[in-house]
């Protein structure tokens, strides 16, 4: 069932009855595991408590990467498997999953010495059967950053990793389930577990969380899925499991390019603790990050940057980029989100392992862990699992990691005004929905200032994407929450003109979801 006007209710409608798959959390592992069950040709459905991609799939580095910082703490199977899956994702998902080159500083006081990054990259380049990594000395890295004038600047390394819209990439995924029969309902929370006289988790208890109705529904299912990432535990409790996952905070610093003119990525350990982060160009942005701390108990959904982390990615920007002196009024957004990681105990959180884990607790599998980057390989996991439940199921190992663009969308989009460059951005990022984008007016195919989406893309979004909340809108099916001064406060009036209508909102109801936006947006979006 596809996301046009009456889907929530039609498809609230659909609910009663018993789904071969249930799956819980529309973040990037629920989607993943979605898109292989309707593949399988399972009857699935996936609920979401939130919006899609609103937990830690809306704020990730966005980058599809092996993880040098994985070797470095010996997981080299997690580095091996990402760097596989990120080559599938460069080859299947061209657009949407981008090749992103990478400068290493090599600073003074740096605890590894370069040639211990540079035998890294040797492994991470012979892991995807390349040969793209160099060194630099000092003089050669400036040339290509002038940026770079840290004092005693010890010259640097060139790689490669791949880089995305992870929110995106789950709404692609998402889509493609439901071109298959999968359903995928946004603001829809399982508030509890249905279980039989023996014990076995059967179905969930649903309830609607979208604001409009305070309805609750059993939902029965043959299987049923934890996908709810750093919340996994909190179904698991109801099973009386005791907790085992870690939540990680992790937060970014968004800077106008104009205040950080970085035409690559640029990584370097940072001064303080020798972690690796990370200042990455991405949507006419640059994004920098990332911490890793103890998120503790309050797991919010909406969690927001410290001070200390903000002034901990604040000074190493500082110490690299001496010359540009930037302050916290140069920060533009700011964006956090929680890690599920697997409790091992180690004092260090930046030591824990990032691999994923699947647990067959009295009928409830929980898939949690792991990446962005690794998502195919958790669901096919997941199905796996399934199959021991349901018995023999279609599964094929050669199942491409996202659906080829068809051949007619490609053409009408090679006929439309746009570049090529455009259409294959759109493309990715709305498959064959994108064909409604090229017959645009003029004025929409126009970009919004000082990015890269295009009017239009907010039309198509508010008409058919599943949108519910503003912040669905411009947080998640476009960014321009994160890349766009004042979270696109300030132009509200030009996007009220085109969504207002397409949402059927009246007046008062956009005038609360602004102020919700507003509300949210300055909380955890801003310094
Ligand atoms: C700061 C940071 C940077 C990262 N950078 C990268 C990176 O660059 N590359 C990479 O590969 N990985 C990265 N990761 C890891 C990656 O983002 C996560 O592993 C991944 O997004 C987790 O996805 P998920 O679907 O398991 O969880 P989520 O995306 O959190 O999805 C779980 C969903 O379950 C929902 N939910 C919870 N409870 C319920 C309920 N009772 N009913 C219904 N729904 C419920 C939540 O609302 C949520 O949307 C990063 C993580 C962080 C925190």
Not at 90 to 101: E, Y
Not at 207 to 220: A, C
Not at 244 to 270: C, N, Q
Not at 330 to 338: E, N
Request: glycine content about 10%; some cysteine.
């Amino acid at each position: 069932m596809d996301w046009t006007k009456g889907w929530r209710e039609r498809t609230w409608s659909e609910l009663n009855q018993e789904w071969d798959v249930v799956i819980i959390g529309g973040g990037i592992t629920g989607a993943g595991i979605l898109r292989q069950c309707a593949h399988a040709g399972l009857k699935v459905l996936l609920v979401e408590a939130d919006d899609f991609a609103s937990g830690t799939s809306s704020r990730s580095s966005k980058l599809v990467h092996g993880g040098m910082r994985y070797l470095k703490n010996g997981q080299v199977l997690v580095t091996l498997e990402s760097v596989t899956e990120r080559e599938y994702l460069l080859k299947q998902g061209r657009g949407l999953v981008n090749r992103l080159g990478f400068l290493h500083a090599c600073l003074p006081g740096d605890a590894m010495p370069g040639w211990v990054f540079g035998t890294g990259l040797v492994i991470y380049d012979l892991m995807a059967r390349q040969w793209s990594h160099r060194s630099y000395d000092t003089e050669e890295l400036r040339e290509l950053c002038p940026q770079l004038t840290v004092p005693g600047l010890r010259g640097g390394f060139r790689y490669f990793d791949a880089q995305t819209d992870d929110a995106r990439l789950v709404l692609r995924l998402l889509r493609e389930s439901i071109s298959r029969d999968g359903l995928a309902l946004n603001y829809a929370r399982a508030e509890s577990l249905l279980k039989t006289n023996a014990g076995q988790v059967c179905g969930i208890v649903l309830r609607d969380t979208s604001g409009g109705s305070d309805r609750q529904v059993e939902v029965k299912g043959r299987v049923v899925i934890n996908a709810t990432g750093a919340w996994a535990d909190q179904l698991r409790t109801e099973l009386g499991k005791a907790a085992r996952l870690r939540p990680l905070r992790g937060s970014h610093l968004i800077f106008p390019l104009s205040r950080l003119p970085l035409t690559r990525a640029v990584s370097f350990l940072h001064p303080q603790d020798g972690r690796p982060v990370f200042a990455l160009p991405w949507e006419g942005v640059v994004v920098f990050g990332t911490t890793d701390v103890d998120q503790g108990p309050n797991l919010l959904t909406d969690p927001a940057i410290s001070t200390a982390e903000a002034e901990y990615l604040l000074d190493g920007l500082k110490f690299v980029f001496p010359q540009l002196e930037l302050t916290f009024a140069d920060v533009s957004a700011t964006y956090s989100g929680i890690r599920p990681v697997v409790n091992t105990g180690k004092v260090n959180p930046s030591k824990e392992s990032r691999e994923h884990v699947l647990w067959d607790e009295n009928g409830l599998l929980t898939v949690s862990g792991g990446k962005l980057t690794t998502f195919r390989i958790m669901a096919r996991d997941a199905l796996k699992a399934v199959r021991r439940h349901l018995g023999r199921i279609p599964f094929d190992p050669e199942l491409p990691i996202l659906d080829a663009i068809p051949p007619e969308a490609e053409a009408a989009c090679a006929a439309s005004k746009l570049s090529a460059m455009q259409c294959l951005r759109l493309l990715a990022r709305y498959g064959p929905g994108a064909v409604a984008l090229f017959s645009a007016s003029a004025e929409e195919l126009l970009p919004v200032d000082g990015t890269i989406t295009l009017w239009a893309e907010l039309r198509l979004a508010a008409r058919s994407e599943g949108v519910v909340h503003l912040d669905d809108l411009l947080l998640r099916r476009v960014r321009l929450g994160l890349l766009v001064a004042n979270g696109g406060l300030d132009q509200m009036a030009c996007i009220r003109s085109i969504v207002q209508p397409e949402l059927g909102w009246e007046d008062v109801r956009w005038e609360e979801e602004v102020a919700a936006y507003r509300k949210l947006w300055e909380s955890s979006y801003h310094i």
